[in-house]
């Protein structure tokens, strides 16, 4: 089980894709000016467009650190940016999230959509179950991820997780605000994840 003292670096999950509204991008460069100013590194996907290449320009912009990590077989197609501090290169995506998290003291999720659910969704549930316990956030522009919230609190109501493990998400939609409570983050205390029989 690990666990960070500090932000040196942190993972941001985000979409090849710009979105439908300029505030995604914008806010995204928000993020990256923001990480940059607080002296913290950026490990992220590797590519040069959409929401991933909007974060890692304002970071290089401002002159902070960009670690880029792609899988060889979408290098050509995610368009692997070039002016980046580190671009390692491995061979599938499970390298990509492993090495990501290796790398990384905490995590970020920008609006996105299926690959950015997959890389939020795995790095929560490695928290859930003790493999780390580092900080999930997610920037909530113009409320992307509300939806999200009321299913997390949905899955507490049905059963299928428990009340702590909703704590296991910090939401705002403020890149400032955002790493302010990352870098105060006390993970909750968590039990078994299963419930035992006489809870059922």
């Known amino acids: 089980m690990s666990t960070a003292p500090s932000l040196r670096r942190v993972a941001v999950f985000s979409g090849s894709r710009p979105g439908a509204r300029p505030s995604y991008a914008e806010d995204a460069a928000r993020l990256g000016r923001t990480l940059a100013t607080r002296g913290i590194g950026l490990v992220y996907g590797g590519a040069s467009v959409g929401l991933m ?5 304002a970071v290089i912009a401002a002159g902070g650190e960009t670690v880029g990590v792609i899988p060889r077989g ?8 070039e002016g980046l501090t580190e671009l390692r290169v491995v061979e599938t995506m499970h390298e990509r999230k492993a090495m990501m998290a290796e790398l990384s003291d905490g995590f970020i999720a920008l609006p996105g959509g299926f690959g950015t659910f997959d890389e939020l969704f795995e790095i929560v549930t490695w928290a859930q179950i003790g493999i780390h316990r580092k900080p999930v956030a997610l920037l ?3 409320g992307y991820f509300q939806p999200l919230r009321a299913l997390v609190r949905r899955a507490v109501e049905e059963g ?9 998400f910090l939401f705002d939609g403020d890149p400032d605000r955002l790493l302010a409570s990352m870098s105060t983050y006390a993970p909750p205390a968590l039990g ?5 029989v006489r809870e059922v």
């Open 53 to 57: 290449g909007a974060v890692a320009n």
């Open 74 to 81: 979408l290098a050509a197609k995610e368009i692997a940016h």
């Open 140 to 142: 909530d522009t113009e």
């Open 160 to 168: 299928f997780a428990l009340p702590e493990h909703a704590d296991l």
């Open 192 to 196: 078994p994840k299963w419930m035992t």
